[in-house]
């Protein structure tokens, strides 16, 4: 099972990034996946998640800036970030999984903000 995170880079305050989570071993139809974040110095946190019944839920200090999907036939989960602030870098993990398949951390990628 591999979660491979893409499309971190450096960007300026107020741009955006689309995060990518291609998966192989598991099918992402049936499997509740998240995205979580690690700034230096600081625990890892919970940015975004999405059920396979299309429930999202975001923490408060991204509502209304990232937008998390998935697009089954890709086998995949995306995290549009919009409106980026320099306290959105980190490196971006995606996550995710079910009790069936297993629960499943990718490598993640870094974001990085300029002010």
């Known amino acids: 099972v591999q979660l491979q995170a893409s499309g971190g880079g450096l960007v300026q305050a107020g741009g955006s990034l689309r995060l990518s989570c291609a998966a192989s071993?598991?099918?992402?139809?049936?499997?509740?996946m998240d995205w979580h974040r690690q700034a230096p110095g600081k625990q890892r946190e919970l940015v975004a998640a999405t059920t396979t019944g299309g429930s999202t839920v975001y923490a408060n200090f991204v509502k209304g800036r990232f937008t998390i999907s998935r697009d089954n036939a890709k086998n995949a989960v995306y995290l549009q970030m919009d409106s980026l602030e320099p306290e959105d870098a980190a490196v971006y993990y995606c996550?995710?999984?079910?009790?069936?398949?297993?629960?499943?951390w990718g490598q993640g990628t870094l974001v990085t903000v300029s002010s």
């Open positions: 996550h995710g999984g079910s009790r069936f398949q297993g629960v499943y």
């Open positions: 071993g598991i099918d992402l139809s049936i499997a509740d």
